[in-house]
T-cell receptor, first 110, second 113 residues
Framework: GQQVMQIPQYQHVQEGEDFTTYCNSS?????IQWYKQRPGGHPVFLIQ?????EVKKQKRLTFQFGEAKKNSSLHITATQTTDVGTYFC??????????FGKGTKLTVNP | DGGITQSPKYLFRKEGQNVTLSCEQN?????MYWYRQDPGQGLRLIYY???????QKGDIAEGYSVSREKKESFPLTVTSAQKNPTAFYLC????????????FGEGSWLTVV
């Protein structure tokens, strides 16, 4: 398959700590998308990055796209219990398919 | 409200039986997808359809079948040939073209008993 590599697979933090998940591809990406799936729910779109070196923020979430457009990261500052869930990155896999990483499952200890 | 509706939410199937999962969207999206989710495996693409009356196999199509007779509907049949069908199934749709957001339904839990 053409999966993007996502690390770590699991991350447990204390509430208030920061969290980062990384997404890596062996090929240059045209864009990358990030999704969040709450426990028992379905994935929901968070953001799309397109430009080399792009940085976007959504409140406590910071998304980065690498200069070479082969990697991306999602950083959450001062995690809250509402941040729990699995975060997926996704890349275009040709033929208008979206290929997802395996996700990083975040748990937050209050 | 616009969205994607999957049914049923929960389904139990006896071994050897086929089962069909429904997916309907009223977003006027051209492309529709079926993903399977297992713990620790992320989302794996089963089938996708970019246009009515056309569909392609994804990475794990064996033991599954689909149809796309209408733009808004993309049902998935899990056949008895699927050896390990117990999973969470997600239907999704999007406009055609590069970089479009995928919208997911709420999913269907299939358990083989």
């Amino acid at each position: 398959g053409q999966q993007v590599m996502q690390i770590p697979q699991y991350q447990h933090v204390q509430e208030g700590e920061d969290f980062t998940t990384y997404c890596n591809s062996s090929t240059t990406l045209s864009n990358i998308q990030w999704y969040k799936q709450r426990p028992g729910g379905h994935p929901v779109f968070l953001i799309q990055l397109v430009k080399s070196g792009e940085v976007k923020k959504q409140k406590r979430l910071t998304f980065q796209f690498g200069e070479a457009k082969k990697n991306s990261s999602l950083h959450i500052t001062a995690t809250q219990t509402t941040d729990v869930g699995t975060y997926f990155c996704a890349k275009e896999g040709g033929s208008e398919k979206l290929v997802f990483g395996k996700g990083t499952k975040l748990t937050v200890n209050p | 409200d616009g969205g994607i509706t999957q049914s049923p939410k929960y389904l139990f199937r006896k071994e050897g039986q086929n089962v069909t999962l429904s997916c309907e969207q009223n977003l006027n999206h051209d492309a529709m997808y079926w993903y399977r989710q297992d713990p620790g495996q992320g989302l794996r693409l089963i089938y996708y359809s970019q246009i009515v009356n056309d569909f392609q196999k994804g990475d794990i199509a064996e033991g599954y079948s689909v149809s796309r007779e209408k733009k808004e509907s993309f049902p998935l049949t899990v056949t008895s040939a699927q050896k390990n069908p117990t999973a969470f199934y997600l239907c999704a749709s999007t406009h055609r073209g590069s970089g479009n957001t995928i919208y997911f339904g709420e999913g269907s839990w299939l358990t083989v008993v």
